[in-house]
């Protein structure tokens, strides 16, 4: 199986994080050709030489988000047709917590299209972009092709979810193709992941006092979730998660107790989370809160914590 | 207290609304069974049902017999008998309305059949009994009793009471069996739950089939995709999750441009029961037709990739069909639109399939070789495909209906490029052509030479086709072998009894009806073999046929290497409607020739005109033609039917189109079903890339095509070519008027367009001027009244209008010239003045109007026909001894009132005159124009008055030349003037006495012998000519021309 790879690369403080550098190191052995596209200003050229030692990389400026370096290096490659699985992923999470050799053969497996390691209903029906892998037909399509040729840099974090993260898989549903992941949830996930979104529910009503209390939570807590924060535990169950998003880590989007899960994390992942929570830390100043999504993590009540939350 | 006072009190009264209608009900219910016409077999024949007794049958039609428009007894029908417009909108019972109305009971016509004036005179008695005419016929007269019919068909007959009993049994019961046929339960909101519980149980208990050899699929699942990349999927899986596992997919990519492939590919790729084929695009039939080559399993399913199986229906159908060993089953569709649920679930046979289609592709499964056998697909079908193919299977084998839901279809939104949204409905026609009759027996019958068969596809306009019929049989020529097939698309139940009494009236009429309307090409293609002649035509019943129309066209029809003919047809206004099409421009749309103008621009170009198609309500041709065509194009509804037949036609084999222009047909009115921009689409779309055609025609008519340009109707937005053409302006070449200008005259009549004009002495007035302007190298064309503003006006120099009832405002774009010849008293002054010149057909008025008016008129007098009234047309003395010839005109004319009193035997050419004087002394109430010499010339005196107004202002009638031109003597009331013209060779009168005198011994020899006759009319013929008159209003015209 011919893999091409094309990694979106952003770091602030113009580093190679010690997460993006292992998952570099990760997809090295699995792609025929690996790309990395990054809008980071390195101050370390060893950095520069580790990513050219594993990966084609091309710089470049910082805008238009993922989406555009996923499109930089896309146009990159002359023979896309020609691999057998084509994926785009970034560096906002830690992981693979599975070798991707496993992971790849399993979903070559599945009766779809194309996939991504979760997906979600929230906004609409689509795969997480932070890992996304397409089948050749899938990129033979004019939906494919179209959706690439026609995109233009956005710099607004929300548009480019709307537009490109939902609107990617959109495009794909709609002109035919069917989509997978590589989380399959269970039962038991979602009943969790509901009552989690129950509990998120209940502060994201709190947090829009305009709004009626009740109406709002039950609204919002019937809402679909995202399964890398409302799920995100699943990865110490042996990976079946294989990744944890460093949003997830930051910000403690569904209140679940962030720390309990790095601290879970560190245990039984020692080496894919070594310097992760440094990481976090010195680039804190660089990740101001977000208005009514979180303000970091934070220690649920032990009720919850016993019940819902993170590393229970 | 009144009565009705009473019934108003009990009306307003809580619940009296309801009580009054029951006393309603049952006081009608009362006097139809006292009255004894109701018919317990006759009604129970209609409904189906059994009655005890007469009594609930009467309330049952009362209830909703009537509203179904059933017939109370066969001697009544309710669509035919028209009560009184109160009675009608009080919602009272036509039945108990006739009976009600004295006047009705002895006078109306309660049924077609049934000539109630004729009958009254025959049986008196029946004018007095309690149901009057209706009543008599029912109770009193018995089968073998005679009725007269002439009035149906206008042709002398008569029928048997026994008769239309018969006729009206046998239509009923043809109608009931079609309304079973039409009505059949082929979408239903329910479904058989019961039946499907059953076949679930017993499918349990069914073995699993076999493949046709090991190791192949027991089934292959055929699925045409085009661009359905949204959809397929939900297709593909559907078939996935069948519970019957052992099948083969075949999907035919039919060179899809949108992802399909790709999905396909995707979907392939997991999946090895599935099978891509990727073809360049040539039609879902041909999709279709390709995975059937390539099937392995004993049998076929067929899929589109819009829909969806549910998951038990291969498992299902396969082992009830192995079992049954059926080789060709259906199940159950489930249909959901707007929020409602219906069902296709109908277990009818071929004779339901062959109305309408019940049974959807995507729930049939056929054995495979029966599908190869039947020819699979047809691929020159657009829609409809299934519908052929189900027909087709059903010929080899029963499709048998398996009550289990085989599919789920959401009709909700039709996507645009669904076939069913994209192609005409019309396709379904097409498929019905081809499987309503057997095409190959219906071209080896054998045909009877020289017979015509007229075949009208007729709905329920009984009177229209009624008059159609009359008008051609009336109007052909009696050598003419010729039949008529009434084709009844489906009409109400009345009006095929009606379309069957014809029968009785004149056997070479006949029908053929059929269940349903599916338009005129299945009509025609039904018709077909019915009839026995070998040639055919086609009308629609709008047309009426003018005397004559017969001959010519059958001289066109039967020349040499003839395609197919038509008559010209007039339109409304007597201008040209139909003559042939032409293709002046490369594209798709016709342009009719010379539409809107005189028949007479189309007549020059010969008595047969050929052109590149026909395009008319009435086209013949030979039999085994259209037989080899499989008759028209059943796509099009009706606009383009004939043009495409005749392209077909000569696309088929060499010849040529013929318009036989003295064959002519009037088209009073048209309706507007069907056709209109549909039809321009189909046939533009199937004749596109047209090279130019027929452009010669306009020249050679006298006129030049400049352009053409496309008028877009604002209301329909229908597309239309039309023409811009100008009249070039020539010399007179040779004749009497050499090297004078031809200019182009237009004569205004005041008589009506079509046939009716015929009867009209100004239409024959102008008729002859015409013609003798025409020896003087003028183009002259006659206008009826509804014509004198006719658009295409604007091509003519001159405007003469013969001035009679109606008055026209003369055209001031063109020289106008005013011919008073009858009625003065309508003229004024302004009206003479308005004209360029104005002429008076008399002496006295012309200086009254100079006297009264101070307009001056120049006397211009009436003349006679020189070439046609001369002394040769008949030898005296020959013919009848007292001759008239003229219409009654409402009066008993003096001339004859007092001729006949003087007791002379007088014999009568005319219409009107059965109040006045023995039926034996009307020869025929019409005398055909060129046969009026001879009589003048033959017979011993002619009779002649005037109306009382042109006599007191001195006109004198066209008849006093005619007959003096043939040296006839003349009987005429005095004219001043008339003794100064014509000395003593007309015996004149002013009180009757004078002419009871005349006749007291024999008149003839009051007149001067037949040389000095002689004499006179010679002088006539020179000086009173319709030769001179037009030689003068030339004269006048050049002068103000120029």
Known sequence: MRVLTVMAHYDGLGELAPHARRHVEALAPVSDRLIVVSTAEFRDEQDVRHLEKNAELIRRQNIGYDFYSYKVGLDAVSDLASYDLVVICNDSFVGPLRPYRRILDEMQQRPVDFWGMTQTRRRSHHVQSFFVAFRPWVVRSQAFTTFWRTMTPVSDRLQVIKLYEVGMSTRMLEAGFKAGSYLEESPADRRLARARMVWWGWHAAKARPQMPLLSTWRRLGGEPWNPMAALADVALEDGRLPLVKIDTLRYDPYRLGADRLLTACEQRFPEQFDGVRAYLERTAPLYPPRPQESEGPVVPPLPVRRTIGYAR | ?1042
């Open chain 2, 1 to 1042: 207290m009144s009565a009705r006072s009473l019934a108003r009190r009990v009306a307003k009264a809580p619940g009296g609304r309801q009580l009054t209608a029951q006393a309603r009900l049952a006081l009608a219910a009362k006097q139809v069974v006292g009255s004894g016409v109701f018919d317990l077999d006759w009604y129970q024949r209609q409904t189906g049902t059994t009655f005890p007794r007469v009594l609930p049958a009467v309330i049952h039609y009362l209830r909703e017999g009537r509203r179904a428009e059933l017939s109370p007894c066969p001697w009544f029908e309710s669509r035919w008998y028209q009560p009184d417009p109160r009675k009608r909108r009080s919602g009272a019972d036509p039945l108990v309305s006739y009976m009600g109305n004295p006047r009705h009971r002895r006078t109306k016509q309660p049924h077609p059949l049934l000539n109630p004036g004729w009958y009254v005179s025959e049986h008196p008695e029946a004018a007095l009994h309690p149901a009057g005419v209706l009543g008599h016929v029912a109770t009193v007269a018995g089968p073998d009793a005679v009725l007269d019919i002439t009035h149906l068909l206008e042709i002398p007959a008569t029928t048997t009471v026994g008769a239309v009993r018969a006729v009206a049994e046998a239509a009923v019961d043809e109608w009931r069996a079609h309304e079973a046929l039409r009505c059949a339960p082929r979408r239903t909101p329910d479904r058989d739950r019961a039946a499907e519980a059953a076949l679930r149980r017993r499918v349990a208990g069914l073995e699993a089939p076999s493949p046709s050899a090991p190791g192949l699929p027991v089934v292959s699942v055929v699925m045409p995709v085009w661009n359905r990349a949204t959809t397929l999927r939900a297709a593909v899986e559907s078939v996935q999750a069948q519970t019957w596992t052992d099948w083969e997919l075949i999907v035919v990519d039919d060179g899809s441009t949108d992802d399909s492939r790709n999905v396909l590919e995707g979907l392939a790729a997991f999946d090895d029961r599935i099978q891509v084929v990727h073809a360049e695009r040539s039609g879902v039939s041909r999709a279709r037709n390709t995975a059937i080559a390539a099937a392995r399993g004993r049998y076929v399913a067929f899929l589109d990739s819009d829909n969806t199986w549910q998951p038990d229906f291969l498992d299902t159908m396969l082992r009830v069909m192995s079992a049954d060993g059926l080789g060709v089953a259906y199940a159950s569709l489930e249909l959901h639109r707007n929020g409602a649920v219906s069902y296709r679930a109908f277990g009818g046979g071929r004779e339901f399939l062959r109305l309408d289609n019940h049974v959807d592709l995507n729930v049939l499964i056929a054995e495979t070789e029966l599908v190869r056998k039947a020819g699979a697909f047809s691929e020159d079908l657009r829609r409809a495909v299934d519908y052929d193919l189900v027909l087709k299977l059903t010929e080899l084998s029963p499709a048998v209906h398996v009550p289990v839901i085989g599919a789920v279809y959401s009709d909700e939104e039709e996507a645009a490029d669904r076939i069913s949204v994209r192609e005409p409905v019309t396709w379904n026609s097409v498929v019905r052509t081809r499987h309503v009759i057997d095409w190959d027996a219906a071209a080896g019958a054998a045909r009877v030479p020289g017979r015509l068969s007229v075949i009208i596809p007729a709905r329920d306009d009984v009177k229209r086709v009624r008059r159609c019929i009359v008008s051609l049989l009336g109007g052909a020529h009696d050598e003419l072998d010729v039949e008529v097939l009434v084709v009844d698309r489906g009409s109400a139940r009345a009006s095929s009894i009606t379309y069957r009494g014809f029968g009785l009236a004149d056997q070479r009429v006949r029908t053929y009806r059929l269940p349903s309307d599916n338009g005129v090409a299945v009509a025609v293609a039904a018709g077909l073999p019915q009839t026995t002649g070998e040639f055919v035509a086609v009308v629609d019943p709008s047309v009426r046929f003018r005397p004559g129309w017969s001959r010519p066209l059958m001289e066109a029809l039967t020349s040499g290497d003839t395609l197919a003919v038509q008559p010209l047809a007039c339109g409304q206004d007597g201008t040209t409607l139909a003559a042939g099409l032409t293709f002046p421009v490369r594209g798709n749309l016709p342009l009719p020739l010379l539409q809107g103008h005189p028949v007479e621009d189309v007549r020059t170009l010969g008595a047969h005109v050929e052109v590149p198609a026909l395009d008319g309500p009435v086209f013949a041709l030979r039999a085994d033609f259209l037989l080899e065509l499989r008759g028209l194009n059943a796509l099009l509804e009706r606009t383009w039917l004939g043009a495409d037949l005749s392209l077909r036609l000569r696309t088929a084999r060499a010849g040529r189109l013929l318009v036989a222009t003295e064959s002519v047909v009037d088209v009073p009115e048209t309706d507007d079903a069907g056709g209109g921009e549909r039809d321009d689409e189909i046939f533009g779309a199937a004749w596109a890339h047209r090279e130019p055609e027929g452009e010669h025609l306009w020249d050679a008519s006298g006129f030049r095509l400049a352009h053409t340009q496309v008028d877009v109707d604002p209301a329909s937005r229908r597309r239309r070519l039309v023409p811009v053409v100008v009249r070039p302006s020539h010399q007179v070449v040779d004749g009497p008027a050499a090297g004078l200008p031809s200019l182009r005259w237009a004569i205004k009549t005041p008589a009506p367009a079509g046939e009716r004009a015929l009867s009209w002495g100004d239409w024959h007035l102008a008729q002859s001027l015409a013609v003798a302007l025409r020896r003087l190298g003028q183009d002259v064309v006659v206008d009826s009244k509804e014509a004198i503003h006719r658009a295409t006006s604007r091509f003519d120099d001159v405007e003469v209008v013969l001035r009679g009832l109606t008055r026209v405002e003369p055209d001031e774009a063109r020289t106008s010239l005013l011919w008073v010849i009858s009625h003065p008293e309508l003229v004024d002054g302004p009206e003479l003045a308005a004209y360029d010149h104005a002429f008076v057909a008399s002496y006295s008025w012309a200086q009254y109007a100079r006297d009264t008016f101070g307009v001056s008129a120049e006397p211009l007098l009436q003349c006679t026909d020189a070439q046609l009234f001369t002394p040769e047309a008949g030898r005296p003395d020959t013919g009848p001894e007292v001759l008239f010839i003229g219409n009654s005109r409402g009066i008993f004319r003096p001339s004859v009132q007092f001729a006949l009193e003087a007791g002379a035997d007088v014999t009568i050419y005319g219409g009107g005159w059965g109040p006045y004087v023995d039926a034996e002394r009307i020869a025929a109430p019409v005398l055909a124009n060129d046969l009026v010499p001879e009589q003048y010339a033959s017979a011993g005196v002619v009779l002649n008055d005037h109306w009382d107004d042109m006599r007191e202002s001195g006109f004198v009638s066209n008849r006093v030349f005619d007959v003096l031109a043939t040296g006839g003597r003349l009987v005429s009331d005095r004219v001043d003037g008339m003794t100064d013209l014509f000395g003593s060779s007309v015996l004149t009168w002013e009180d009757p006495h004078e002419l009871l005198d005349f006749f007291s011994g024999d008149v003839r020899e009051l007149f001067p012998p037949e040389a000095e006759r002689r004499e006179l009319a010679e002088t006539v013929r020179k000086e009173h000519s319709f030769d001179a008159r037009a030689r003068r209003l030339l004269d006048v015209a050049l002068e103000l021309h120029r």
